[in-house]
């Protein structure tokens, strides 16, 4: 056992911990080291009360935010992209974005950088905790959000630039569609693999973790060949891949007229 600490493994698809595994963190911006602060103290407690000595945390300190422009006059420095890769598993604190201006959303170029598609988010009530619904106990759903597509591709040009101008242009001439001039524009794609491996993956963690059901959110009344397009995929994957496992709510209703008719039938004189 290696009390300096080793890196975590990918082995055969799997995450593959060792007993003191090397966790590179992120202190963050504004509330971010108080956060991770107090966030450090309970896993390391949590960890001390499940494995007492045989397991414990090896933290590394990585530059990034405020603190890294000032430092290295780069706000995420490629030093720190490398070892987060290096170590495979990381924590970050809340990173200061600048509105309007300033560098890009460092949570989005850490997304872009690293691949990390799918944003998991469970959310369920402790007991205790105030509400303001009448049933908060039973919230208990986990999100899963595409990562790096969408508006988090973060392609976007500010109002009045070339970019703007030339795409305004293109738009009404090839397509004869107006733009007012004074907008700021922002392209949204939604790709067949992307929408795929992340569906893939929550269709995956609802068998794993026998969840009743998935539901997929999407805006596609409006949004035809994106939004609709990320449904339509969506519904492939579960019946090409999980067909054995997944029944659709549009084949439910069926099965469910289908018996109501069966019963009228044998209530007939």
Sequence with gaps: MNKEGNSIQIVEG??????????PFIEGDGVGPEIMKAA???????????YGDQKKIVWLRCS???????????PLPEETVETIRKHIVAIKSPLTTPVGGGYRSLNVTLRQTLDLYACV???????????????PERMDVVIFRENTEDVYAGIEWPKGSQEVEKLISFVKKEFDISIREDSGIGIKPISERATKRLV????????DQKRRSVTLVHK??????????????????????FECR?????????????ASATERRSSEP
């Design 14 to 23: 799997k995450l593959s911990v060792p007993d003191y595994p090397i966790i």
């Design 40 to 50: 450090k103290r309970i896993w390391e407690k949590g960890i001390e009360v499940a």
């Design 64 to 74: 990034a935010g405020e603190k890294a422009l000032a430092e290295h006059g780069d």
């Design 121 to 135: 988010r469970p959310v369920h009530y402790f007991e205790g905790v105030p509400s303001p619904v009448v049933h």
């Design 200 to 207: 893939r993956k929550a269709l995956q963690y609802a068998i």
């Design 220 to 241: 596609g009344n409006i949004m035809k060949y994106t939004e609709g397009a990320f449904r339509d995929w969506g519904y492939d994957v579960a019946k090409k891949e």
């Design 246 to 258: 997944v029944i659709t709510e549009k084949e439910v209703g069926h099965l469910r007229s289908k």
